[in-house]
Nanobody, 121 residues
Framework: VQLQAFGGGFVRAGASLTLPCVASVRTFSSVGMGWFRQDPGKEREFVGGISGNGVTIMYADSAKGRFTISRDNAKNTVYLQMNSLKPEDTAVYYC???????????????WGQGTLVTVSS
């Protein structure tokens, strides 16, 4: 499975940004997808994830109410929509996939290359 995330950039606090991640996998609906982020000097943290069929969606407390994860299985793409961005959201955002349809919350099997999001105050 190869994953490629896009859409990072420099935005001001309060702005919105959507990150797509495209997966190269035969049956996209068979893999759960997750989003993680890592700020320099900190550990990589779970942001949220979605099951293969899109029914189960999980969010970290920091993302609840502001971030929305969705997927389009016909396009092999998962999205992370981020609203009301804060400077503390600044990080490299990674999409990840598991080997099963469950949400890969802890230790995903596959990682994308990451895309940098910088939020200025």
């Amino acid at each position: 499975v190869q994953l490629q995330a896009f859409g990072g950039g420099f935005v001001r606090a309060g702005a919105s940004l959507t990150l797509p991640c495209v997966a190269s996998v035969r049956t996209f609906s068979s893999v759960g997808m997750g989003w993680f982020r890592q700020d320099p000097g900190k550990e990589r943290e779970f942001v949220g994830g979605i099951s293969g069929n899109g029914v189960t969606i999980m969010y970290a407390d920091s993302a609840k109410g502001r971030f929305t994860i969705s997927r389009d299985n016909a396009k092999n793409t998962v999205y992370l929509q981020m609203n009301s961005l804060k400077p503390e959201d600044t990080a490299v955002y990674y999409c990840a996939a598991g080997r099963t349809p469950a949400v890969p919350r802890s230790v995903p099997d596959y990682w994308g290359q990451g895309t940098l999001v910088t939020v200025s105050s």
